[in-house]
């Protein structure tokens, strides 16, 4: 079992929501809105699935996070 991830926006710190979940049933979550408490910054941050990945994956980046601007670029081995 994985707990389901977040990275603080305040301290770019990733962050657990404290929910444990397994890759299958994960695929399959609704894009819901939830919030989680940051321990960091200790705010509450807003999330959807698209914001969140599991402790035991490695994260993809945006092409923002790449230092891309065009949608579609980047991805999780982005040589940037």
Known sequence: MSEIMIRCPESGSEIS????CDSATFR??????SHAHC???GK???????????SD?????SP????????G???RDCPQ
Do not use: M, R
């Not at 929501?17 to 444990?20: C, E, F």
């Not at 994956?57 to 980046?61: F, G, K, T």
């Open 17 to 20: 929501t404290g929910i444990d």
């Open 28 to 33: 399959f979550l609704p894009f819901l809105v």
């Open 57 to 61: 994956a490695v994260p993809v980046l």
């Open 44 to 54: 509450a941050h807003i999330w959807s699935k698209s914001d969140a990945w599991l």
């Open 73 to 75: 670029a980047g991805g």
């Open 64 to 71: 923002k996070e790449c230092g891309h601007s065009e949608p």
């Open 39 to 41: 321990p960091i910054c």
